[in-house]
Structure formats: structure tokens, C-alpha cells
């Protein structure tokens, strides 16, 4: 079997995902739209070896430890079992993200992982079959299998969850990506949402007003009307932090610089430039803005952090194939 490289870009959610309904199937509690980008992307490869004892994972050229080969595993053999096949693998993972970024690469880990596997068992799966998969790995890689702005449909059960592309984002459309840490997480993803779930007075309130969101954004996107988009993505990254906040123990991945990030991209939009903030599970801060404003808003930022605390993305095209 020849072994072929997939490469899956990350994503940024404008509407976010925060909380699931069922923790094993990763099933949302509510639906989500991001935006693919180019800057950061993960290329993986899978080969079957039968002359191997165990499944073998090297990330970045470093052989990884027990805790996260067996997590490659088991999502593997989500995809031996309906290929009958039973021998280990050899997976090779290379993530392209500039050094420091402090971005999550589960997104387009995963993806990339759901793309190599399809190949290596020859599976022959559709993007939207690889995006299910994908979301068994982790929940924002679903989302990943699509290039431009992505909606993941909660769905009503484990076969219809799954990502559809909404609009290639191909109108003037680019994201500065402000690292202001990027030290690793004390709390993740995983962790966070499901003590929010389960302890936020917000939650109820969050689901109601993020699917209201939703379909706003998607108009807002049809219509290519930046502002709209804009204006939503950032009410909706703040009511998911404002969940957090809500949560007991209280939950915030804040950082004084990201306040300073946020207050500039106002100072901005006072001064007629377009720009809106979201921000994740961490502190770093992530600017939406017209492609042809970046490099104008990069240098104001340059102000406050170091240019290379400082990258503009582009929006990245779906999963696919590498020719070796
Ligand atoms: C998102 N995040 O929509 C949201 C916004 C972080 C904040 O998806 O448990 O790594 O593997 O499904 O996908 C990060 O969570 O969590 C995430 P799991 P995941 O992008």
C-alpha cells in the first residue's frame, strides 16, 4: 500500500463550540461556523506495518509517549475496524504552525489523522464522512475537512453531526493572529466546557443566543456584508467567555495582554478601521479583518507586541491529498 501525506488546515470558530451533549460520540450542544485558515496546518501520514509490535507515532520527528500514541489508536481503529484491518501502523505527524503561535492543533491534527487513515485503509470516504470521523477525534476537527467559512451542524445524532462548507471566503477576508502567550493551557478545552455545562447559571442562555447567532452570521456571510460578520463574531466569542466566567470553580483564559489586544481593535474601529476580536480556550487574540487592511492593523499592533508576536492569516483551503 503506498503511503500518502494528507494535509488539514486548523480553524478559527466565529461562532463557537463550547459544550457538549454527549461527551463519548462528541456530540455539540449547539452548532458552529469558523473560518479555515492557511497559516497553520498539520500534514500526516499513516502506513500499515505488520512487522511492527505496536502502533508507532512520531510528531514532528519526536517518537511520542504511551498517553498520546493511545489516543492516535483508538482513533485509528475507528477506521481498521470497517477496513478489517488489524495490523499496527506506522503515523507520522508534522504540525505547521510558526513557532510560538500557541495555537491548538487538535483541529487540524485530527483532521489531517481522519484524512491519512481514509488513505491508508482505502477507505474511499466523502469529505462529509471524514468530517463524522473526524469529530470523534476531537470536536473542532470536524470542521477542518472544509476550506473558507465551515458551519458544524450539531445534527440529531451521531451520523448527521457533522461540517458543511458555506462559502470558499474568498472576498477580501484575512485574520491577524495576536500571540500574547504561548505557554500550554492549565485547563483544556475538554475540561472547561464540561464544568461550564455543568456549572453555569449562563449555559441556558448562551445555546439560546448562539443559535440566533448562527443564523445571523450565515446571512451576514451570504451577503458578504463584513460588518454584520464581524459584529457577531465578536458578541459571540465574549458571551462564550462570559459562560466561563459563570462557571464554578470560575473560568478564564485571559491574560492582561489579551485585554490590551482587545482595546486596540476598538481603538481601531474608532478610527474607521474594520476589525473585530475572538478569542479561545487561551489568551491568545485573533483579529478579523479585511485581507487588504492586515498589514495596516499588523503594524499598529507592533506598537504594543513584537512583530513576531504577530501573524496574518489567510483563509486556508479543505483537507487534501499531497502527492509524495
Ligand atoms: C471552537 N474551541 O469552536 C471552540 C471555541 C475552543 C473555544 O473547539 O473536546 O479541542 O476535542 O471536542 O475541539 C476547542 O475544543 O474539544 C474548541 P474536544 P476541542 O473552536
Not at 494528507?6 to 461562532?15: K, W
Not at 491534527?109 to 485503509?121: F, I, P, V, W, Y
Not at 456549572?199 to 439560546?208: A, R, V
Request: charged share 25%; glycine share 6%; net charge neutral.
Amino acid at each position: 500500500m503506498t503511503e500518502k501525506k494528507v494535509r488539514a488546515h486548523t480553524n478559527i470558530a466565529l461562532i463557537k463550540y463550547w459544550g457538549k451533549r454527549d461527551e463519548k460520540l462528541i456530540l455539540p450542544a449547539s452548532s458552529s461556523l469558523s473560518l479555515t485558515l492557511d497559516a497553520f496546518y498539520t500534514d500526516t501520514s499513516v502506513a500499515f506495518d505488520s512487522s511492527i509490535q505496536q502502533d508507532t507515532f512520531y510528531l514532528n520527528g519526536v517518537l511520542q509517549n504511551d498517553v498520546a500514541t493511545k489516543k492516535v489508536s483508538h482513533f485509528l481503529d475507528l477506521f481498521r475496524k470497517p477496513a478489517g484491518i488489524h495490523s499496527p501502523a506506522l503515523i507520522k505527524s508534522t504540525n505547521f504552525v510558526p513557532t510560538a503561535a500557541g495555537l491548538a492543533s487538535s483541529a487540524s491534527g485530527m483532521a489531517a489523522l481522519a484524512g491519512a487513515a481514509n488513505e491508508a485503509c482505502n477507505l474511499q470516504l466523502t469529505k462529509r464522512e471524514l468530517s463524522l470521523f473526524a469529530r470523534k477525534g476531537s470536536g473542532s476537527a470536524t470542521r477542518s475537512i472544509y476550506g473558507g467559512f465551515v458551519e458544524w451542524q450539531m445534527g440529531t445524532s451521531s451520523t448527521d453531526s457533522y461540517a458543511v462548507p458555506i462559502d470558499d471566503a474568498d472576498w477580501d477576508i484575512g485574520m491577524l493572529v495576536v500571540v500574547v502567550n504561548s505557554r500550554q493551557k492549565e485547563i483544556s478545552s475538554r475540561e472547561g466546557m464540561k464544568n461550564t455545562v455543568k456549572t453555569s447559571p449562563f449555559y441556558s442562555g448562551w445555546l439560546e443566543s448562539t443559535a440566533k447567532d448562527l443564523i445571523e452570521i450565515k446571512d451576514a456571510i451570504y451577503s458578504h456584508d463584513f460588518q454584520k460578520m464581524g459584529e457577531i463574531t465578536e458578541s459571540n466569542g465574549m458571551k462564550m467567555h462570559g459562560t466561563m466566567l459563570g462557571a464554578n470553580p470560575p473560568l478564564s483564559y485571559w491574560e492582561p495582554d489579551s485585554v490590551v489586544a482587545m482595546q486596540l481593535v476598538r481603538q481601531l474601529r474608532q478610527e474607521g478601521l474594520p476589525c473585530y476580536f475572538t478569542m479561545d480556550a487561551g489568551p491568545n487574540v485573533k483579529v478579523l479583518c479585511r485581507l487588504t487592511d492586515s498589514d495596516k492593523i499588523k503594524k499598529r499592533f507592533e506598537t504594543h507586541f513584537d512583530s513576531d508576536q504577530l501573524i496574518i492569516a489567510k483563509p486556508g483551503e479543505g483537507l487534501k491529498v499531497l502527492s509524495e
